[in-house]
């Protein structure tokens, strides 16, 4: 069982635009020509940021159109945010705030032995590193600058470094790269 954070950062170290925006994102490749499809069968539990799960709801689910989409993940999933937000029916939502550890050990027993993905955003992921408890991260990294926006992980992790696992050619949009995180000793 590991802790990872997947994403997909721009080649200057950003997931979204200062507005939250993933449009530069999807012309750079197709999702299922990344790992993807084997990661998400690996992962029992995810957490994610309210800005991430606020553009879940706008772009995947639409709640208030006139044909929803469903919630895409069947795992448990735990969402960290100081403000009351919409639930999505039938969807298993933990709305949670304050220290990552308690509600990563919850997770942890949800997961059932499977992963535990940090969907992001950064800061969120962030907290987790500070706790100790992400052991992998996994980017694919976009062929596009963006100047500035959302950080991948703002944090300063020199010593111990990241461990760089693998790097994949993922078309002419990617590169995936992976490293394994390093406890402090």
């Known amino acids: 069982m590991k802790t990872q954070y997947y994403t997909a950062s721009s080649l200057d170290g950003f997931i979204a ?97 499977k992963n535990i993905w940090l969907v992001g955003g950064g800061d969120l992921v962030g907290q987790f590193h500070d706790a100790g408890l992400v052991d992998e991260i996994i980017v694919q990294v976009g062929s596009v600058t963006l100047g500035s926006g959302k950080p991948l992980l703002p944090r300063r992790i020199v010593s111990p470094s990241l461990q760089l696992k693998e790097a994949r050619f993922v078309g002419p949009g990617f590169a995936e790269l992976s490293y394994a995180v390093p406890r402090k000793p």
Request: net charge negative; glycine share 10%.
């Open 17 to 113: 635009t200062d507005d939250h925006s993933l449009e530069w994102l999807f012309p750079l490749g197709d999702i299922n020509d990344t790992s993807y499809p084997a990661f998400i069968q690996g992962v029992g539990a995810l957490a994610m940021g309210s800005s991430t799960y606020e553009w879940m709801l706008r772009h995947v689910v639409k709640p208030d159109a006139k044909d929803p989409g469903a919630w895409p993940y069947t795992q448990p999933t735990w969402v960290f945010s100081s403000r009351e937000l919409p639930a999505v029916p039938s969807a298993v939502i933990h709305f949670v705030r304050g220290d990552v550890g308690p509600v990563h050990a919850a997770m942890k027993r949800a997961a059932g032995g």
